[in-house]
Nanobody
């Protein structure tokens, strides 16, 4: 499975960005592997932000970004999105999308994910 991310960049605090993750897979594969978004800053572990279980549409979002970040999908394009609003300087990180073959019942740690995008830098200036 190949995941191709786009949409990162530089934005001022309070602004918005939408990250995209295109899945280069068959429709069957896309609909049967939950997808997640993570971020990582240097020296810290990769943080799970959101997960969309493509099997049934269930969404999980970590409390630290709930109300500001939204995960969604476009099945026609085999693409998931992370809409990020009211961005803060502490949101600055490299953002990754990932897919897992695991059964999800909540946010899983990065070790549970099997395929990863290349990462995209998000920088929020104050």
């Amino acid at each position: 499975m190949q995941l191709v991310e786009s949409g990162g960049g530089l934005v001022q605090a309070g602004g918005s960005l939408r990250l995209s993750c295109a899945c280069v897979v068959s429709e069957y594969t896309y609909n049967n592997y939950p997808m997640g978004w993570f971020r990582q800053v240097p020296g810290k572990q990769r943080e799970a932000l959101a997960c969309l279980d493509t099997r049934d549409g269930t969404i999980y979002i970590t409390d630290s970004v709930k109300g500001r970040f939204t995960i969604s999908r476009d099945n026609a394009k085999n693409t998931i999105y992370l809409q990020m609003d009211n961005l803060k300087p502490e949101d600055t990180a490299v953002y990754y999308c990932a897919a897992t073959a695991a059964v999800v019942g909540g946010l899983l740690p990065s070790i549970e994910y099997d395929w990863w995008g290349q990462g995209t830098q998000v920088t929020v200036s104050s």
